[in-house]
Each structure stands twice: as C-alpha cells, then as structure tokens.
C-alpha cells in the first residue's frame, strides 16, 4: 500500500505543482474534502479556495478559482483556469494588488480589459477572503 499520492494542479498556461504528497485538502463544491492515498475514485467541481497539499512536516498553499479535481487511488489531477501558489502570501500585498486594480480599471477605455481587470480584482478579493479565514 502506497503511502503517497501524487498531485498535479493544471492551468491553461502551466503545471504548477506536479509532486507525490502524503495528502491533499481539496475545496469541493459542497465543502472542503481530504485526499490520501488509495482513495477511492471520484471526480468533483470545486469552488473557490485553497488546496493545502501536505509535503514532508509542510503545508503548501495553492488558491483556486474553481475548477475540476480527478481522484484515483494514486493521483489527484486538478485543473483549473485560476490558480496562485498562496503558502507565503499576506493581506497587505494582495490589497495592495487590488488598489493597483482598481487604479488601472479607471484609466482603460477598452471594455475587454475592463472585464479582465474586473475578474483579476473578483479574484483577489476571494484569494483575501480565504487568507483571512
């Protein structure tokens, strides 16, 4: 019996972590749900939260903005369109990031970057909310 499970996270643009752990903590659509290894089978959405991922003593961070986790007994791929490695980030840099936002959102006159700053701000706000959690 495998006492590690390996876990991928998966965003359009990369692989942002891709190592075996001794388990995961996944932010399910009906609630937070714990991962070890030889888990049963089981596909869920997710909503907007934080994996912890147990490594060696340490807990890594990584905030979602949904998305999809795939759990076999040996793996747990999860694939998201957002996704932030978050074990050492604080308040004070993400609502610093907002204000710059929010600075830019008043200068842009094209209305597609308005909604991708609109959804960057959505998205550090939720990332806020969990660190404060």
Same mark, same amino acid.
Request: charged share 20%; glycine share 6%.
């Given at each position: 019996?495998?006492?590690?499970?390996?876990?991928?996270?998966?965003?359009?643009?990369?692989? %942002?972590?891709?190592?075996?752990?001794?388990?995961?903590?996944?932010?399910?659509?009906?609630?937070?749900?714990?991962?070890?290894?030889?888990?049963? %089978? %089981?596909?869920?959405?997710?909503?907007? *939260?934080?994996?912890?991922?147990?490594?060696?003593?340490?807990?890594?961070?990584?905030?979602?903005?949904?998305?999809?986790?795939?759990?076999? *007994?040996?793996?747990?791929?999860?694939?998201?369109?957002?996704?932030?490695?978050?074990?050492?980030? &604080?308040?004070?840099?993400?609502?610093?990031?907002?204000?710059?936002?929010?600075?830019?959102?008043?200068?842009?006159?094209?209305?597609?970057?308005?909604?991708?700053?609109?959804?960057?701000?959505?998205? &550090?706000?939720? $990332? $806020?909310?969990? %660190?404060?959690?």
């Amino acid at each position: 019996m495998s006492k590690t499970i390996k876990v991928k996270i998966v965003t359009p643009n990369s692989i %942002l972590f891709n190592a075996k752990t001794s388990m995961v903590i996944i932010p399910g659509e009906f609630g937070e749900f714990g991962v070890l290894p030889n888990h049963q %089978l %089981l596909i869920a959405n997710l909503q907007a *939260g934080m994996i912890r991922i147990s490594m060696g003593g340490a807990i890594i961070k990584y905030f979602v903005d949904g998305g999809i986790a795939e759990v076999t *007994g040996k793996r747990v791929n999860i694939v998201t369109e957002f996704a932030i490695e978050a074990t050492n980030f &604080h308040s004070q840099e993400i609502n610093e990031k907002i204000a710059t936002l929010n600075a830019a959102i008043k200068t842009e006159m094209i209305i597609t970057k308005i909604d991708i700053i609109k959804l960057a701000i959505t998205r &550090h706000e939720s $990332l $806020l909310n969990c %660190l404060a959690s």
